[in-house]
């Protein structure tokens, strides 16, 4: 008889792939679970023991919170990377890794392929199969919900018949995804863009109205674009996004609404909280303004887009992405300094920056004592500067649509000296 076909299975624990691991058992695989920590703060015991219970012969779990931030949500914050200039791409940074250890765990355990439990309607799906593709072309995925026709309420029929224990998370009216970069949430009422967002919806944020009075204040420290102290005191990158979630959260800090373009077609509306994603973002943005250079600072934006669709899109193991990380390490080498943010009710700003790298002086910018800037140069500057459209003024005439003689007309008061 031939050997079984073996898989590894991305396992969370919820209803879809605890069916998934019966239901890949029942097409013929051996199915090995793996679950990864990327700080969803869940029972990992009880989901690797689960995972034995419904048929995995094997089941890993691994902790990969600092591989995540570092070796992924580092490198995209850098970038400054925001999809469609509202969401921090929790979810999305967070499946290549995942799909890395899939890979990794697969060469190890001798497997033929890989197996997620995305929809074939979402993004997701696309993340994972084509993470794969790079990094093992020769391994197969499979992506059961994908393939079986089976809905929510089918499911839940198909565990009470073979005695799949049913999760909490099905009580749930909404999807959710979460790890420390964020915390995604649709379906339900949310599935209607006109609807306000419910109260339930909300989990590490606070209502503003809640929010304490005083503000909090955070001081972030940056190492080429890289956070590595809060408030002074050197931190882990785990320790220090925990806290900014808390932090952050408390004052009702990082509540995103977006409807968004997914790369099937679909426009769907996601609710996102991130705290910590929101303020890092901030205080990065904030340190490029005082050390960039205008024209660096321009372009990097639009790299950033780039990195941002294609890391939505499915693209972090690809050769542009590679290419752009190049591009925004190298701008980040004088990104060091401290930003001070106030958290308050709902809000977070900016409010102070300062780096050794500055390019910000004070004696250029100042209009009082000290000023070294050349005011008399600027007569000369400008003169240059207009040339263009001073010759095209005298030589073709009218350049704008404007009609100046009806700027100045019925609505004025005029006085003259000595009365009329
Ligand atoms: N729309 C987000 C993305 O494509 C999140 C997807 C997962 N969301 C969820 N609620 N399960 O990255």
Known sequence: MAEREKLVLAYSGGLDTSVAIRWLKDQGYDVVALTIDLGEKKDLDAIQERALQVGASAAYVVDGKKKFLELFVWPSLQAGAVYEKEYPLATAIGRPLIAAMLVQVARQENAQGIAHGCTGKGNDQVRFDVSTQALAPELKVVAPVREWGMNREDEIEYAAQHGIPVPASVESPYSTDENLWGRSIEAGIL???????PGDVWDWTRDPRDCPDEPTYVEIGFKEGIPVSL????VDSVTLVETLNQAGGQNGVGRIDHLENRLVGIKSREIYEAPAAVILLQAHQALE????????ARFKD???????????????????REA???????TQRHVNGEVRLKLYKGTSMVAGRKSKDQLYRMELA????????DQSAAAGFIKLWGQGVRTASQVQGQLHSLDLSALVGGDVKKLTAGGE
Do not use: C, N
């Not at 408030?231 to 050197?234: A, H, I, L, T, Y």
């Not at 499915?314 to 050769?319: A, E, M, N, V």
């Not at 100042?366 to 800037?373: H, L």
């Open 366 to 373: 100042t209009y009082g004592r000290g000023d070294q800037f």
């Open 302 to 320: 639009v790299v950033a887009a780039q990195w941002a669709q294609m890391v939505y899109d499915g693209l972090w193991f690809s050769p542009l």
């Open 191 to 197: 599935e209607d863009p006109w609807a306000e967002p």
């Open 231 to 234: 408030d002074g005191k050197p």
């Open 289 to 296: 303004d005082i050390t960039l250079t205008k024209d660096v």
């Open 324 to 330: 752009l990380y190049a591009f925004v390490k190298h």
